[in-house]
Nanobody, 124 residues
Framework: HVQLVESGGGSVEAGGSLRLSCVAP????????AGWFRQVPGKEREGIAA???????TYYDDSVKDRFTIQDNPEHAVDLQMNSLKLEDTAMYYC???????????????????WGQGTQVTVS
């Protein structure tokens, strides 16, 4: 598996913004889907946003809709712009790249595709 590298996490006050980046310098995201997932201790990892490159398909969980924006820019990176952060957004955030045609719940349940090591986001 290709190693994905997340960055951009940190500590922020409620209402603030962060931008996460997921990069695989020698790997193309073309014709694949990329997603952002998060997990807090003691809870299951959940998919919160996904984009399928080149076809304009995006997905957002209700908990982040209208606050987070996922962007594939450039071809080997995917970013997550997080605005109006809430306390409940505190989590470890992971990115993954996986084949098209899969539901995000399947991707996270079976850990399909390539995953990064995660970046911590803390909202206080």
């Amino acid at each position: 598996h290709v190693q994905l590298v997340e960055s951009g996490g940190g500590s922020v006050e409620a209402g603030g913004s962060l931008r996460l980046s997921c990069v695989a310098p020698e790997y193309s995201f073309s014709s694949k889907c990329a997603g952002w997932f998060r997990q807090v201790p003691g809870k299951e990892r959940e998919g919160i946003a996904a984009i399928c490159t080149g076809v304009g398909i995006t997905y957002y969980d209700d908990s982040v809709k209208d606050r987070f924006t996922i962007q594939d820019n450039p071809e080997h990176a995917v970013d997550l712009q997080m605005n109006s952060l809430k306390l409940e957004d505190t989590a470890m955030y992971y990115c993954a790249v996986y084949p098209r045609g899969l539901e995000i719940r399947t991707v996270v349940a079976r850990r399909v595709g390539c995953w990064g090591q995660g970046t911590q986001v803390t909202v206080s």
